[in-house]
DNA sequence: TTATCATTTGCAACTAAGTTGCATTTTTAT
DNA sequence: ATAAAAATGCAACTTAGTTGCAAATGATAA
């Protein structure tokens, strides 16, 4: 966990207070390129103490905040990534996600590639204000 | 629920067995233009008794079969709808879904409309064997 | 039709993910 | 340093969904 100042200082711009929880929860979201569960990341976090609770707390607070989205799984289970790209700039509302029919990883892919998105006039009746893609097949690690 | 024929025939179609219950959830779920959860079905059948547990295993079995399938929502529940479209064909594994924010009632459209379909070589590293699509905005409820 | 066998159903008990309330601790502002 | 506000940990609770099993029902063929 280098760079805390960098931490800090996302955790401030969403009006986040700072606290070692919350720092180590968006460490652990920044280091990965998966969507993560609860569970996922409760597994990863062993050295600091971090209760069931907190951290269902913690990630309701980033996406309340809009530091990061939460993604349903087929399964039921709650997937959240950051809406930071990896440069620190915000993900696009209408993005697409990856699902590894193999390995069940989802990936945030920012931009929906090589695909029109629909507006309202194309769905008879439907007002269509945002979309979210989903593209299942292999992902590169099961190939 | 006129036309048990027909009911019949389906559950038939998909190699399962007819039984009251199978022939009410299926009717249930024919007469409804939007996607229903467990207990959207529990509680539009309320003429038979039928079990929480049946029902489960129903849907369970409707979708095993090809006859439905599911959609879990951004809130974690499950939503099922047939894949037959008004004239028993059935729709097509790609297709768009339509979530209203306002009431949360998802809509099956038959086509992915005015949209490119992205195929394996346009998102590096990543095959791509299938997608669904989720608009968000009005329905025609709504409106 | 009736007998047989496999499948489905209902019930009760169970499981586990997620939530709530509250006392304690930590953070931020003055 | 002090005080107010917010976050944390713990225990108790809720509830959707599952499991096992005995009874009921459906399909098949004599
Ligand atoms: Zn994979
Ligand atoms: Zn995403
Ligand atoms: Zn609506
Ligand atoms: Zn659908």
Redesign the pocket.
Known sequence: MLSQKRH?NI??QYG???????LRVLDTLMRSNIAL???DILSKIRD???????????L??FVKSGLAHKVATED???LYALDLSEHGDTVHRNHTHFICDYCDRVYCLPVSPQVGIPDSSSVEGFEVRSHEFRLHGTCPQCH
Do not use: M, P
Request: aromatic letters at 6%; charged letters at 30%.
């Open positions: 800090k955790l401030h986040l207070k700072v606290t070692s929880a919350r569960s609860h569970a600091i103490q971090l209760d069931k609770v907190t951290l269902y707390r913690t309701d607070a039921r289970n709650w």
